[in-house]
């Protein structure tokens, strides 16, 4: 006999999933008559369940549970807003972008979305279907601290790593010094920087270039720093910066792994 599992849905609602061949559809009935407090973290539980999910099943479950919440207009209000603060707040420890492109679509689409929810659908877009893991993190020029102007890309070809780590960050941001202070602190990601396996490429992308100049003794000397002399990346069309600080890992060949990641996905994903 197969097991049963619970499929956590929409705003956080636990669904029982037959075992049957052909289960039944998904009901949103208890999980509005819950407290606000219990639907948030009925909705956390199934944000984590998403996180430990393969690309295509979270975006199954996710489209599943858009069509559901459809049926409730207040289900719809409930859901979409809980979706927005776990998956897209650039202040959530579990962000997402990818999974949030199906709760996108469905702004675009939905009879029940409110003309300020297809202007922000329009709005985000192209925003952030910028970098989507799997794609090439698209290339920008940087200056380093000694005044050359360098490139991403060829700055990775030249090291040959097998990962990379794109910090973008600024002197002023307490959240900065943080992750600058944990990963210099951590052995793991040292013995891979020794090694040549990790390249960190820590990129300033705002205008005070002598903040940044006066700052740099803050940062790892192994560490490869720059400044955006252009402002491309604060444009919105090579990279979607919501929120700094904002990290970034790449494969061997340059291929989003992780986008927008926190810390702490990041470091599993480096170990």
Not at 238 to 253: G, N
């Amino acid at each position: 006999m197969t097991k049963c599992h619970f499929l956590l849905l929409a705003a956080s609602l636990l669904l029982l999933v037959s075992c049957k061949p052909e289960p039944k559809g998904p009901s949103l009935s208890q999980y509005g008559a819950q407290s606000e407090a219990t639907q948030n973290a009925l909705f956390e539980q199934y944000v984590l369940t998403l996180l430990a999910s393969p690309p295509e099943r979270a975006r199954q479950l996710q489209d599943s549970i858009m069509t559901v919440a459809e049926s409730d207009s207040t289900e719809w209000q409930r859901i979409t807003k809980l979706e927005e603060l776990y998956l897209l707040d650039p202040n959530s420890p579990y962000r997402n972008e990818e999974l949030f492109i199906p709760v996108l679509e469905h702004f675009a689409a939905s009879p029940l979305a409110s003309e300020e929810q297809r202007a922000h659908a329009a709005w985000l877009a192209p925003r952030i279907t910028l970098n989507r893991p799997g794609q090439v993190a698209a290339d920008f020029d940087f200056i380093s601290p000694k005044g050359r102007r360098e490139n991403l890309h060829a700055t990775i070809d030249a090291r040959k790593p097998q990962r990379t780590l794109l910090f973008f960050s600024n002197p002023g941001c307490p959240n900065c010094k943080e992750i600058t202070e944990s990963l210099s602190q951590d052995l793991g990601i040292q013995a891979m920087m020794e090694d040549g396996r990790l390249l960190v490429v820590n990129i300033y992308p705002d205008e005070d270039v002598q903040a940044w100049l006066d700052y740099l003794p803050n940062y790892p000397a192994e560490w490869v720093c720059g400044y955006d002399p252009d402002q491309l990346l604060n444009s919105n069309t090579v990279y979607w910066l919501r929120a700094i600080p904002s990290l970034y890992l790449l494969d061997e060949q340059k291929r989003v792994i992780l986008k927008d990641a926190p810390l702490n996905f990041l470091l599993a994903a480096l170990r």
